[in-house]
């Protein structure tokens, strides 16, 4: 019985461990393609964000990692609204660049706040 608890326990941190390596290859991805602009074809990008950002979503976050998880995600998505291209010499990345984050964390957030829902209904 022991051995089958410790086991699911390995289980669930190397789960939780991809997801955290996801996050990081995530926003290093959305920073380095928002770097250099016509580096990826916009497909293969966007699709790479989205998939990572729902294995992030679905695999890393805690219950008590929720809130601030959601909170952060709605700053981005507001802050992804500002023009920043209106900023000379470095707008255009900084637009780039933070639209890829957007897209990259709006997956994981669609994730959490149906996990958020579904536990508050459950309750």
Do not use: C
Not at 93 to 118: D, E, H, M, Q
């Amino acid at each position: 019985m022991v051995k089958k608890n410790q086991k699911e326990l390995k289980t669930t941190i190397e789960i939780h461990r991809v997801a955290h390596y996801a996050f990081f290859v995530g926003l290093l991805l959305a920073i380095i393609a928002g770097l250099f602009r016509n580096l990826l074809g916009p497909e293969v990008l966007v699709t790479t964000l989205v998939i990572l950002g729902f294995l992030v979503g679905l695999f890393n976050l805690t219950t008590k990692e929720t809130l601030p998880f959601l909170v952060a995600s709605i700053a981005l998505m507001l802050a992804g609204i500002v023009n920043l291209g209106l900023i000379p010499g470095v707008g255009l990345y900084l637009r780039s660049i933070l639209s890829n984050i957007v897209v990259f964390v709006v997956p994981g957030a669609i994730i959490v706040g149906l996990k958020t829902i579904w536990k508050l209904a459950s309750d």
